[in-house]
């Protein structure tokens, strides 16, 4: 009640003291602002820790960098059964799909190795 809220005062101005910064952001469970106290996110008023929920994209693009080690793979065993395909066919039209598939391979494969970093 208004106890609470004063003791949650009281603690921001304890806190800014102790050289925590009050963040723009607010704390999802009651709306207070929060404070980066270290490498801490702290809601004074909920008297816990905040950790903030990855973003979508960093969520995706971690998935995606997990993934990229089975693409590579993929990528790689594909092109092997390609060439294999490339060597016993002599028909041109049919040759000149399967290189048109392998360069689109090889540029997938180079795409992910640009992805790594
Ligand atoms: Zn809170």
Redesign the pocket.
């Given at each position: 009640m208004e106890n609470k809220d004063d003791t949650s005062v009281k603690k921001m101005a304890e806190l800014l003291r102790r050289g925590a910064t009050m963040l723009a952001d607010a704390?999802?469970?009651?709306?207070?602002p929060?404070f980066k106290v270290g490498d801490d996110i702290y809601?004074?008023?909920?008297d816990?820790r905040?950790v903030y929920a990855e973003s979508d994209e960093e969520v995706e693009t971690q998935a995606v960098r997990t993934l990229i080690p089975e693409l590579r793979t993929t990528l790689i065993d594909k092109l092997k059964a390609l060439n294999e395909l490339v060597e016993s066919e002599s028909d041109i039209e049919a040759l000149t799909k399967l290189a048109n598939l392998m360069v689109l391979l090889l540029q997938s494969l180079h795409g992910l190795e640009n992805m790594k970093g």
């Open positions: 704390c999802p469970q009651c709306g207070s929060l809601c004074v008023r909920c816990r905040v």
